[in-house]
């Protein structure tokens, strides 16, 4: 064997050694890599510092005016504003045309006062009277002695009367009031010997048509020209 061929042999050898062991390495390097990236990855590093921030950028040309849109709907109707101040007084007006005359109220009158100057006896149930003083609306007879309601409403009625005894013994006075046959209030006196005088006054309710009198129990009422027996009434106010 000659010495070029046994140095091309030895020359082929070292390159299949050299390609086997590169083969190798790949192949190891390789796995390696997959385990270590698989657990033996290394703690990350820090962050690095940011960079500066750049030139700002010049301005550039205003552009020209756009073209003028078209006009919008109008909106809807705004709320009503406040209210503004007081304007100046006014001229004065013309003076108008009298008016045509009103209705006058009616006016409701009641009111009575009798009198009587003879003395009423013992018999005499119903009280009457021998004049007058006045009579408003003519409500009062004086002959049955009755006021008789026309207009409802609230009255007052008062009654006055003498009584006489001659006698030392002490004697009674009764008199009653009456509506409509129900004694209202009964007015008494007791007396010696002499003159005495009673006064009373009452305020009613009536409604038109109810009746007042004054009735006498058994008793002597005396009545004369300078104290006579008075009766009274009238209207306070309608209802």
């Known amino acids: 064997m000659s010495w070029p061929f046994t140095w091309c042999v030895g020359i082929l050898g070292l390159c299949i050694a050299i390609g086997v062991t590169n083969a190798f390495d790949e192949q190891g390097s390789a796995a390696a890599n ?51 101040p007081v304007g100046p007084k006014g001229d004065t007006g013309l003076k108008g045309d009298k008016g045509d005359p009103g209705v006058q109220a009616q006016v409701r009158k009641s009111a009575f006062t009798a009198l009587r100057t003879t003395h009423v006896t013992p018999a005499e149930t119903f009280i009457t009277f021998t004049t007058m003083e006045l009579n408003y609306g003519n409500n009062f007879n004086k002959n049955s002695g009755m006021f008789t309601c026309q207009y409802p409403g609230v009255y007052y009625f008062m009654l006055s009367f003498l009584t006489f005894n001659q006698n030392s013994s002490e004697v009674r006075a009764d008199l009653d ?9 009964i007015v008494t006196r007791s007396y010696s010997k002499g003159h005495a005088q009673q006064t009373y006054g009452t305020t009613l309710q009536l409604k038109t048509g109810d009746q007042v009198w004054l009735s006498n129990r058994n008793t002597n009422i005396h009545g004369g020209g300078g104290r006579p027996i008075t009766f009274t009434g009238f209207l306070i106010f309608d209802v």
Do not use: E, F, Y
């Not at 030139?55 to 503004?84: E, F, R, S, Y």
């Open 34 to 84: 997959n385990t270590c990236n698989a657990c033996c990855q290394g703690t990350p590093g820090m962050p690095g510092i940011p960079g500066t921030h750049g030139i700002p950028g010049h301005q550039g040309q205003k552009g020209d005016p756009g073209m003028k849109g078209k006009k919008g709907d109008d909106g809807p109707i705004g709320l009503p504003g406040k209210a503004g």
């Open 177 to 185: 009031m009456v509506l409509n046959g129900r004694t209202i209030s």
